[in-house]
Structures are given as structure tokens and as C-alpha cells.
């Protein structure tokens, strides 16, 4: 029950958008014309990141030379450079990547991009520089040198492998890629809402993620993959779910990575991880699905007028876990994949030339 409780402002609408769309009553997310159950199971992050970015309206030039028999090749090479460049920008980041926090540090890093007004090369500058950046901080807490990125993996290996310093299995590579388009674009959340505000300001791009970045550290967005893990950890095994979840509960505390603001069934997110960590983790995976039908029986026996299912950092725990990050790196991982969304999005506010100016209703004395 990690959401916030509504403000009185829920469904109201504020753009037409191609991007994605989130069908709460029914469980579907359809991203860039596809249900995320078909496109995290079929394409990787770079495909995605395509699809969600010509969605969004990329300039036609670069769409025109990017399909090649269905895979986004010249993106897939515009990351690997883009990755290079932000390597190349480590010396300049100052004390960005001294930060305790992994998204403080991202987001004093991604603030030091030079932007070129371009948004389709911000984009692709940005969504690049993100895990490069998150890695090397990951390095540095531990005092590990940066491991160059390399130009022969995709977006996921070389993830993985800047941060663990080696390369990574395939059945690694393939959960991480199934997480990342997971998580490329989630409607009009917080931080969406957030680019697109600052973007319609007519400023760019580099800045409208940035101010993105801090409205998905705040815990009501970013949510608690790390705390879920902890939960699982100190649950143990399956025997105990019932009697632990009822002890948290009876101490007025929350069951981490269940309920979702939009969602009244269960996340369509949460499924798709649950089948792409399948073969890394079985024992983790068992646990934590006993401890979601556990607690999604006390939730209906004590909300039966709210239903509360698993979301998708249910099962981001489990999976970013078996993948080897650590949990201090989770929700800085979110933002991998969310940039590429944000990033669409940007390019699409760009196309309205509209400022977002929301109204207030005073409720102050009158002199």
C-alpha cells in the first residue's frame, strides 16, 4: 500500500498522448500500440526505447533510418555512442557521484549534460548517460573503479556489466531488458507530468528529465523495491508470511508493493517480472508468492471495498535482486528505463507549443 492518497485530482486529463495508456479497472498498459505482456516478452530496451520515442513523435529523419527488419538498429548504435560520450563526462561530474543516494547522484550527474536543443539528441544523450552514471556511483560507493561502457553490448549487458564488472548471463541480460521496457512509460505518473510541465515552458530537454529525476526519488512515485526485499528477508520462508504480514499490520505499518494509485486488479507489471525472473530465482520466487497470496488475503479480509494487488515492485525486488544489483541501486534502475519514456514524452509536449498552467483555488482570507 505504497500509494498516496488521492487529492481530489485523479482523471483529469491534461494531453492526448500516443505514448502509453493505463487501463486501471481492466489491468492493461499498452505501450506504443502494445500490451506490455507481448513487447517486454518479445524486444529488448533499445527496440522499445524506439517504439516509445516514435511514439512521442521523433523527428522523422532519424525514424526513416532506424527500422531495419523491426529492430531499431541505428538507436541501438546512437546508445552505445551515447554511453561512450557520458564515460567520457565522468572527470567533469565534480562531487555528483559522492552523493549517498543513487538518485541524488543521478540527478546531479544528468544535470551536468550539456544540452544541444536538439530533443532527439538530448534524448538519445540522456537515456545513454543514465546507467553509465548510475553504475559508475555503484563503483565508487565501493570503492571500485568505473568500468568503462562497451560499445559490443546492448543497453542491459552493459548495465550489468559497469556495475558488477563482469559480463553478465543471458538469462541476466533478459530479465533486466524484460524490466527495463516494463517500466519505459507509465502514463501521466508524477514524473512524466513533471517533464512535461518544464518542457512546455519551452526549455529542454536535459532539464525536463532532470526535474523528473526528483519527483521519482519521492517514495509515493518511486516506490519500494528495496523495501520489499527487506520484507522478504526478514519473512524467511513461506510458513511465516501470514503471521508476519498480521504483525506489521497490527503495528500500524504498511505491506510494501501492494496497491497501486490506478490499478484495482493486479498490476499487468508485476506478472510480466514474475515470468522473466522464473529461471533465476526459484526459492526468492516461491517466497514471494506466497508471501503476495498472503497478503492479498488479509488485504481483502480487512478492505474488502478496496481491492489491493501486487505492483510492479513486488516483483522488481525479486527480479533486480537476482540480477545482482544491489537494493541500493533499485529505484536509480527505474529511472534507466523511465528516462526513454520521459524522453517521448518531451518530444511529444515539444510538438503542442502549449504552456501547462494549472489552476488553484484560493482558500485564504480576502483583505
Known amino acids: 500500500m505504497s500509494e498516496a492518497k488521492s487529492s481530489g485530482l485523479d482523471g483529469v486529463v491534461v494531453a492526448d498522448t500516443a505514448i502509453s495508456h493505463v487501463d486501471g479497472e481492466r489491468g492493461r498498459l499498452v505501450i506504443a ?49 551515447a554511453r561512450g560520450a557520458a564515460w567520457e563526462c565522468l572527470p567533469r561530474l565534480g562531487d555528483a557521484l559522492d552523493a549517498p543516494d543513487a538518485m541524488d547522484a543521478l540527478r546531479a550527474a544528468l544535470a551536468h549534460l550539456r544540452s544541444t536543443r536538439d530533443d532527439t539528441e538530448d534524448a538519445i544523450l540522456a537515456i545513454g548517460a543514465a546507467p553509465v552514471f548510475v553504475a559508475a556511483w555503484n563503483r565508487k560507493r565501493n570503492n571500485a573503479s568505473p568500468i568503462a561502457p562497451s560499445p559490443n553490448l ?21 530479465a533486466l531488458d524484460a524490466y527495463l521496457v516494463t517500466v519505459i512509460d507509465h502514463g501521466m505518473n508524477a514524473s512524466t507530468f513533471t517533464a512535461r510541465v518544464v518542457t512546455s515552458t519551452a526549455s ?41 504480514l498480521l504483525g506489521e499490520l497490527a503495528a ?48 481483502q479480509e480487512r478492505r474488502p471495498d478496496r481491492p489491493l494487488a501486487a505492483n510492479v515492485e513486488f516483483y522488481t525486488a525479486v527480479l533486480l535482486d537476482a ?38 483555488r484560493y482558500i485564504g482570507p480576502m483583505p
Do not use: C, N
Open 33 to 81: 500500440g502494445s500490451d506490455v505482456e507481448r513487447l517486454a516478452g518479445s524486444t529488448d530496451f533499445e527496440s522499445a526505447a524506439g517504439q516509445v520515442l516514435a511514439a512521442g513523435g521523433l523527428s522523422t529523419q532519424l525514424q526513416a533510418r532506424t527500422t531495419v527488419g523491426g529492430i531499431h538498429a541505428d538507436i541501438r548504435a546512437a546508445l552505445a555512442r
Open 154 to 174: 546492448g543497453h542491459a549487458a552493459d548495465y550489468l556489466h559497469m556495475t558488477l564488472g563482469h559480463e553478465p548471463s543471458r538469462d541476466a541480460v533478459r
Open 204 to 244: 529542454d530537454l536535459i532539464s525536463a528529465v532532470v526535474a523528473a529525476v526528483g519527483a521519482l526519488k519521492g517514495p509515493l512515485h518511486g516506490g519500494a523495491p528495496g523495501p520489499v526485499l527487506d520484507m522478504l528477508d526478514a519473512i524467511g520462508e513461506p510458513a511465516r508470511a501470514e503471521a508476519w
Open 252 to 299: 500500524g505499518r504498511r505491506i510494501m508493493g501492494m496497491g497501486h494509485r490506478i490499478y484495482r486488479v493486479r498490476d499487468p507489471r508485476a506478472a510480466v517480472l514474475e515470468r522473466a525472473v522464473k529461471t533465476l530465482a526459484s526459492d526468492r520466487l516461491a517466497l514471494a508468492r506466497a508471501v503476495e497470496l498472503a497478503a492479498a488475503k488479509i488485504l
Open 323 to 360: 540480477v545482482g544489483l544491489p537494493r541500493e541501486q533499485f529505484s536509480a534502475t527505474f529511472a534507466v528505463g523511465r528516462v526513454a519514456g520521459w524522453s517521448a514524452h518531451v518530444i511529444e509536449q515539444r510538438r503542442t507549443g502549449r504552456l501547462i498552467r494549472p489552476d488553484s
